[in-house]
């Protein structure tokens, strides 16, 4: 994902999000084994953010991680927003590939749940004060992207949903109060997909989720912001 021998290698810990509702915790799934929480090297970029690898026999799983500041075009509400970059670059046939978000200790005045939208999969959690949201693509946007060749690999077009299509065995799964899977196809020596999930909590507002509108972000948008140079 990107190169390391100008970075500053830094204490091994898990990734995490810190957010008024809770921890949100990641998980990754190569084949049918979990990898563990801690990596095997994580370097610091002079910006902040932080690159994440774990080696596997099967696969190098990269992590680009950060806090990222991009102004939300429809509202001045101030909103927190990490993204997390996952790359998954393949040794060999891996038959199943799953990545995971979860919003741990919510507190137990907070309602939790799915909360989708066109193209986005998501889960939020709110309370009186604040609104937390975790989001990535849905089956249709990476169906879309497969199509293009471009993100994941292309031949994962016949094998994802497409829009208006019942769920097959790969798709988002939710679990309570505030887990998100995204089941993800096999892949082949060298296929190299890319998923951007974003993190995003602000003050509560029913009348404009802005938190949920923020996790809405772009793989690019979010690797521009994650590698550009401090101000």
């Known amino acids: 994902m990107l190169r390391t021998d100008h970075l500053a290698q830094v204490d ?3 990734p995490v999000v810190e957010t008024p509702l809770g921890t949100v915790e990641f998980s990754v799934t190569l084949d049918s084994e979990e990898l563990p929480a801690d990596p095997d090297t994580v370097w610091r970029l002079t910006n902040g953010s932080q690159l994440y690898r774990w080696r596997h ?3 190098t799983v990269d992590l680009l991680f950060g806090s990222v500041c991009v102004p939300l075009w429809d509202s001045d509400v101030p909103v927190i927003t990490w993204a997390a970059i996952w790359q998954v670059q393949a040794h060999g046939r891996l038959s199943g590939l799953s990545v ?9 005045d907070a309602w939790a749940g799915p909360d989708s939208g066109e193209c986005l999969a998501a889960v939020s959690a709110e309370n009186d004060d604040f609104m937390v949201s975790i989001g990535g693509p849905d089956y249709e946007l990476l169906a879309e992207q497969a199509a293009h060749g471009r993100l994941v690999p292309a031949r994962w077009k016949d094998l994802l949903p497409k829009d208006g299509e019942s769920a097959t065995e790969y798709g988002a799964r939710y679990t309570d109060p505030a887990r998100i899977t995204w089941q993800l196809p096999g892949l082949a020596a060298a296929e190299t997909p890319r998923l ?3 993190t995003a909590w602000c003050h509560r507002n029913d009348d404009h989720p802005a938190a949920w509108f923020a996790v809405d972000l772009p793989v690019d948008t979010a690797y521009q912001h994650l590698i550009a140079d401090p101000a």
């Open 12 to 14: 091994r810990r898990p």
């Open 57 to 59: 026999r099967s696969a």
């Open 100 to 108: 995971s978000a979860e919003l741990t200790d919510v507190p137990a």
């Open 196 to 198: 951007c999930i974003a």
